[in-house]
């Protein structure tokens, strides 16, 4: 029997979609192992958002090869954007590579490892050129796969991505996706709910709606918006053992009263909104093709925090953008400060080809400087986050139990005077477990195993900037 491992860097559509190849192949016969040592397959699911993503994949391509030497009949693959974005590049670059598959192939992928199996060299897989074909064409080409789930394909199983949305249409001048994951497209509503309530009767307790702007969700069929199918996702939870339901990633164009007003009135929908701002500078925002003003953006936070009181809201940002000046940082400095956002992801730009950006700016912010204002924000952050978290100390917060945490599952051995003792051995009654609010705050406490996958209620007794610790009432 042929082993295979996969390793997922990037976004929660790369996770899903890693996952989806995983169940694949394991209906082939294939075995999923833990390490690419042990694997006859390894499949490398890659991002192209930054530079540092794709100089990671290069290295590890690199060490490969001499696996490859030892073992020529072990399968080297590259799939998802970086696939996309650079294919020929990757063969030139690491030979020994045996696969390269697009994001909207990842479908072929068990076909393609049987060809070359059967002695046909290597395969590429790859969506048409976005500008170079017609709209027809490039849509039916680009990404378009969601199977039946496997339970045992899943990281954890009482939580799960479905894909709501394809592609991207926003064209931000400084972003790839949609050069590499293709046109936006919403999902038939009826597919989602039969696949959720599949994944439910798998086990499944937490779902969360994924889309690069999953908040322009329209239902080909009907029309409906995202809260239209919000509502039907209630419904299934209502009627089932789904606990909760989230969606990422927001754009603040759509976040419009009847979404927010669906959040609020929904019960297992959580107050919960991942909305990018990027920069609080109208001059960075227009360059980057953002398609909103910083009061834009502003008063859709007031509007949510209107129309959902206690909501958590996050964010992204970019540091030493094109032409970024002190007074730009600043800028969204004061951004960070006064919108208070449970967190916020933070990166220094990073030029990518084939973008507007990479066409008509000069990466002109020197790379210390990105450094500093990188450093500045997060420190920034991570003050508010801390002042945040800290109002928790004390109150009594519901959870869903995801299972152990990072912490815990680190401490994979323990030593005495004749060596190393598993810890599963020692069979414990109580590990340290890890789940999240409603609101997506991390928390982690002392609990029997028995107790994952369950909903428990915890006293917040310690606090830090992004975890909340705590013990079960």
């Not at 017609?134 to 496997?150: G, I, K, M, Q």
């Not at 500045?376 to 800290?390: G, K, W």
């Not at 051995?425 to 997506?440: E, F």
């Amino acid at each position: 029997m042929l082993s295979f491992h996969i390793e997922t860097v990037g976004c929660q559509m790369n996770a899903l979609d890693s996952e989806l190849v995983a169940a694949a192949l394991l209906r082939e016969g294939f075995l999923c192992v833990d390490s690419p040592k042990k694997a006859d397959i390894v499949l490398f699911n890659t991002c192209s958002i930054r530079q540092h993503a794709e100089d990671k994949i290069y290295s590890a391509l690199g060490r490969l090869k001499f696996a490859k030497q030892h073992n020529p009949n072990k399968i080297i693959g590259v799939i998802g954007c970086m696939a996309q974005k650079d294919n020929q590049e990757i063969f030139r670059r690491a030979s020994h590579v045996d696969l390269v598959v697009g994001p909207g192939q990842i479908a072929l992928i068990p076909e393609l490892i049987h060809r070359i199996q059967r002695g046909e060299g290597p395969q590429i897989e790859l969506s048409l050129d976005r500008k170079a074909h017609s709209r027809h064409e490039v849509e039916s080409s680009f990404e378009s796969y969601d199977p039946l789930r496997e339970a045992q394909a899943r990281h954890n199983p009482y939580l799960s991505y479905v894909r709501a949305m394809f592609g991207c249409n926003q064209f931000c001048s400084y972003c790839i996706v949609p050069l590499v994951r293709g046109p936006e497209r919403s999902r038939e509503a009826e597919e989602i709910l039969a696949e959720s309530a599949l994944l439910v009767e798998q086990g499944c307790r937490e779902i969360t709606l994924i889309g690069q702007t999953v908040s322009k969700y329209q239902d080909p069929s009907s029309g409906a918006r995202l809260s239209g199918l919000l509502e039907r996702m209630n419904d299934l939870a209502e009627r089932t053992s789904l606990e909760r339901i989230r969606f990422v990633t927001s754009h603040p164009n759509s976040m419009t009263p009847d979404l927010l007003q669906a959040v609020r009135d929904l019960p297992f929908v959580m107050p919960y909104f991942h909305i990018p701002a990027q920069s609080g500078s109208n001059a960075q925002l227009k360059k980057m093709n953002r398609g909103y003003t910083i009061e834009k953006y502003r008063e859709a936070l007031a509007q949510i925090r209107e129309t959902v009181p206690g909501a958590s809201i996050t964010s992204d940002f970019i540091v030493g953008f094109c032409g970024e000046t002190e007074e730009d940082f600043d800028a969204t400095m004061r951004l960070v400060e006064e919108s208070r956002f449970k967190n916020s992801y933070i990166f220094k730009f990073s030029p990518r080809e084939g973008t507007k950006a990479f066409e008509l700016y000069e990466d002109d912010v020197p790379e210390e400087v990105k450094r500093r204002r990188n450093n500045d924000l997060l420190a920034l952050q991570n003050r508010i986050s801390e002042e945040d978290s800290a109002t928790f100390l004390g109150k009594n917060v519901e959870i869903l139990v995801e299972g152990e945490s990072k912490s815990a599952r680190k401490i994979a051995h323990t030593a005495d005077s004749d060596g190393l003792i598993s810890l599963e051995s020692l069979a414990p009654s109580t590990i340290q477990l890890t789940g999240r609010t409603p609101c997506d705050r991390i928390v982690v406490f002392d609990g029997a195993p028995n107790l994952v996958g369950t909903m428990q209620n915890i006293r917040i007794t310690k606090t830090s900037a992004f975890t909340l610790f705590g013990e079960v009432l």
